[in-house]
Structures are given as structure tokens and as C-alpha cells.
């Protein structure tokens, strides 16, 4: 075999993005899928993608996973690297979860309190059999009478708590804008607004596994699901030239909250503490996960002893974005001749080295 | 290209990657937080390099792009297309030719000149961080030039080995203040950091941090005077151009332990064959 210097790499690249497409497309005999159909039939996966993607448009998340082939993780890269282009020129009046139209609220921690418990659309209580009938096609919904929406403020439980003294204060609300580390380069120690920020955008598999070690030990928190709400929250922002707020828009956004145990310290009464999640669409498992995680990274906040990974917060912050975790791990496919060859002279040397020693000391011990 | 500004980024990013950039000028070696943006290249595969290049092009700029020494290798051919359709500028093969230059892993043979400037992709841009990996931690041990921890890692590898095992990212001390990663460059390579005379810039992507070194500064690899710093490179001669001062590449040629060493560096290489091609010719 003769050697070429390794040529042709911009032909190589076209080719495969050419078979990509193809891949892409499948079998030709079938209709190709659409991404209004995407965003209207695989809604938690294209909440999961906004989510991550930290970016609210379901057309355009739908778009990304069509394109990605479904890669739930690369459609978000899609939507990331999109997002990035886009200015930014104002932000929102905070969401008031209060107001939010509901299509699912429950408590763990009451039977029944103001606004009721409603079960909304969840596979929680589905039997996880597979419904051979979803197979055939065009099968008929027949559509439920609808009852009437209230249009009373739900109030939430840690409120109640409140109401009594039982639980923290919730964060403090102060003028400052928050931070952004879409804008600012994450820096430690990250107070909570970067942390949730963080939280709500990070990786949810990486989400769910850092909240169940907790559960396991490993920085236990004792938690209850005070509520975790889904619904509609109504976006406002107030334009300088009108200064008053306007809705631009509604967002589907879940929400929970974990009322915590806490013993106390020397500064503060024993009573529960709070662990917050929010997300993007509906995703009750990513609002869980970041619940239990923010309230695991508050443990030095709260005097409490620091020792699992859940509670340290440089750990999780650094490792939960899965595009940059996808990224750093599959460039590792990237050529790495040049530090391997030195590897190779190296681990040669050593041997050498090693070798001669052992040879030496075999020697030393014949003439013994 | 349409809809999107000149080599991409918006101006105000920019603005905000070249302000980093001077701070970084004007503190050698010392890392600087930038805002750095998703990028539509994954992290982990240049996005550092990419929007410090995309900060720094202007029209006139000629762009050569190397992964492993080499303008042909997948990635190399990916950022150099990322440019030449974003900023639509020209782009080279040729080190002479190039007014920027954007690396991974290597320092190209010819040696580079004042109206030059050669951007590093760093994957991770701190020296410390297999000793510590707390980044709070290690930024207090710069702050303090703290570096004991190292030297002790060196000592160590003297101690068990008989010498340093580092053979690539070899720490260097940048105008005798700041440890500094010089990207996973071979340690052959490091000495051609030393009093470069052209602006040497540094980009790592995911963990949001620029570094520089101004031309003409002290660029020390960490070493002891009775185990000093030295290169490690292939002992054999390019198999094509039959350089000897180039760093090379091993090429597996067969399953019987057949093996092939070439420069690594791609345009030193074809440079050096068509020189020998002219000789022969007028011989």
C-alpha cells in the first residue's frame, strides 16, 4: 500500500450530508412527516426540545426534530444555535404562575385545597400496556364536553404554608435584573437566579438522575411535592414608549414546588424550606428533577453539610447542559493524531526505561 | 451570506469577544470570562477559536484553518467553508499566505510573523484543573500565582518515571506570572511559543474563557534545572519531503508492523517536496 496524504475531506462532507438527507427522509413509499405534525401530535418532545433548546416557538422545535431525525438533543443544539442569532431587546414582566390558566394542578402534601386538585392529561394512572389499537391509523377521538374554566387566581400551597409561618419566605424579589448566562460566562459562587436559569434549560435525564440520588441519600432533603401546576401563563413586557405592561403572548410552562424539611438553625426557626422548578411546555419530570437539584444546592445556604454531588453547585452548573456535554464528548471522534504520536513516544520511552530497569535488576540477581 | 452579519456573529458580540481580547492582551496568560455564544458548530470542536477568529476577520483577511497540523483533515475543511461562506473572505493553504490562522493541536513549522495571527482552539483552558477541579479553587491559585501543586505533579512524574510525562497541553509560565494551557499542542511544539512574533490568541467555546500572548513574551515550559524541558518527537525522517525538524505523524501502513512517519504539518511538507522536485529538475 502505497501512502497519500489523506485528501478529499470537503467531498467526503458533502456526501455524507447527503446521505444524511436521504437517511433522513426514510422510505419514500410512505408520506414524509410534517412538523405541524410534530407540534401538534409529539408536544413532549417538543417541550422538551424548547426546553432545552431555551427557546419558546413549538414550529420552530417541531422543525428541529424533524430535521435531527427525532435526536431529541442535537433538535435542541438546532434551536440553541438559532436562539443565539436573535437580539435581545427586552425581557418579560416575571410570569404570574398565580394567574395561570390550569390544565393540571395537584398537591401531595393536602387532600383538597383552593382551586381543587385536577388530574389534567397525565400518564400517571395509565396502565403501561401497549395500545395495539394507536397502531392503525386515522382512529377517532371523540371529543369531551368541556367544563368551564375558572377564572379565579389559583392560590398555591407554599402560600398557604406562608400563611401560617411554617415555610421560608420565598426568594426575595429585588429590582436587579437578573442574571443571564446566556450573556455572562457562568461564574462561582452562581447565586439562585443563575442556578434555576441553568436548572431549567439543563439536560433533563442528568435532572432526574441528580434528584434521585438525593432521594437515595446522597444529600437527602425530605422532599413532598407541595404542587406541581401545568397551564397557560399569559407573557407580558412593558415597551418604553407605552410604560405599561401588554400581553405579547401566552407560554405553556410547568411548575413545582417542593416544600422541604429543615431543622433549623442558630439564626432560624425550624420550618420548611422551598426547592423551585420551572420549565418550558409540559414536562413534570424536568420541573421534579430541578426542583429537588435547586434545593440540594442550597444545603451550604442553609448550614447543611455539603457532600453529595446533587449539593455541589460548580459540579452540577458545570456538567447539566447536555450541548455542551454532547459537544465535548463526541469531540473526542475529532482527529487526535498529534497528541496521540506524542503519546506513543512517550508510553515508547517509558517502556524503554522500564524494560532496561527490569533487565538490569534480573542481571543484578543472576550474578547474585 | 444573507441573513446573517459578516463571519457571522453580531457586531455587539463581537465588540464584546474583542474587549476580551484586549483584556487578555494586556494580561498574558491570565484567562478571561467571555459571554461566548452557541455557535453552529458543537462545542468541543473549535467554537472558542471560531468566534475569536469571527471577532478579529476583516475583509482584507486571509483565512488558513489546521486540524493536526494538516488543511485537509474533516473539521479543518468544515471551519474554513464556515468562513469563506459567513465572511466570504479568501481563504489559504499556505502559512505565508495567511494573515489569520486557526489551530487545533499544532503550531505550523514556518515560523510565523509580526503581521500574523495565530488563533488556538482550547478545549479546556485550565492547567490546573486535572490537579483541582474546582474552577473557584484554581482561579484563587492564579490570583495567588500558586502553583506549587504542579511542580509536585512534575516531581512526581520525575520521581516515578525518571522523567516528565507530559507530552502534550505541557504547562508554560507566560511572561513569568501566569501558568498557562497552551491547548493540547505536542510539548515539540511549545518552544515556538517563546517571543513569537506574532499575536498569539486563545478560544475555548464551551467553558466561555479567551487567553493571549502578546508578540515577543517570555513563553517558559515548567521544568527543573537537573530535568530540564525537553521535545519529544518521532526520531525518523518525513517519509515524503524527508524533513528531519518537522513534527511527525505515524501512519500505519500494513498489519506486519509496517509503519510510515510524515510531517504532520501539510503545506511544510508539499512545500518541501516541490523544493526537492525543482532541485531535481535542474540537477
Known sequence: MAYVAVKGGER???????????ARRGDRSLPEIGTAQIASQLGRAVDRVMAEGSCYDPDLAALAIKQAQGDLIEAAFLLRAYRTTLPRFAHSEPVETDAMLLRRRISAIYKDLPGGQVLGPTYDYTHRLLDFALAAESLEVTPLPLAAASS?????????????????????????????????????PAERDVRLQSLARGDEGFLLALGYSTQRGYGNNHPFVGEIRVGEVAVELVPPELGFPITIGTITLTECEMVNQFSGSKTEP??????????????????????????????????????????????????????????????????????????????????????????????????? | MSGYNFAYLDEQTKRMIRRAILKAVAIPGHQVPFGGREMPLPYGWGTGGIQVTAAILGPSDVLKVIDQGADDTTNAVSIRRFFARTAGIETTTHTADASVIQTRHRIPETPLRADQIIVYQVPLPEPLAKLEQSRAETRQMHALAEYGLMHVKLYEDIARYGHISISYDYPVMVNGRYLMSPSPIPAFDTPKMHRMAALQLFGAGREKRIYAIPPHTDVKPLDFDDHPFRLTRAPQACGLCGARDSYLDEVVMDDRGGRLFVCSDTDYCAGRQS????EDAAA
Not at chain 1, 467526503?12 to 436521504?22: P, Q, V, Y
Open chain 2, 275 to 278: 523544493m526537492r522536485q525543482d
Open chain 1, 12 to 22: 467526503a462532507i458533502d456526501a455524507a450530508h447527503d446521505w444524511l438527507a436521504r
Open chain 1, 152 to 188: 379565579e387566581d389559583t392560590p398555591r400551597v407554599t402560600a398557604l404554608l406562608d400563611q401560617e409561618g411554617l415555610i421560608e419566605p420565598s426568594g426575595v424579589s429585588t429590582e436587579a435584573e437578573p442574571g443571564d448566562l446566556t450573556r455572562d460566562a457562568l461564574a462561582f
Open chain 1, 270 to 368: 425550624p420550618q420548611f424550606t422551598r426547592g423551585y422548578g420551572l420549565c418550558f411546555g409540559h414536562s413534570e419530570r424536568r420541573a421534579m428533577g430541578m426542583a429537588l437539584v435547586d434545593r440540594a444546592m442550597r444545603a451550604e445556604e442553609l448550614g447543611e453539610n455539603a457532600t453529595a454531588p446533587a449539593q455541589d453547585i460548580e459540579f452540577v452548573l458545570s456538567h447539566c447542559d447536555n450541548i455542551e456535554a454532547t459537544g465535548f464528548v463526541e469531540h473526542l471522534k475529532l482527529p487526535h493524531y498529534v497528541d496521540f504520536q506524542s503519546e506513543l513516544e512517550t508510553i515508547r520511552r517509558m517502556r524503554a526505561t522500564a524494560t532496561a530497569a527490569t533487565a538490569a535488576t534480573v542481571a543484578t540477581e543472576t550474578e547474585a
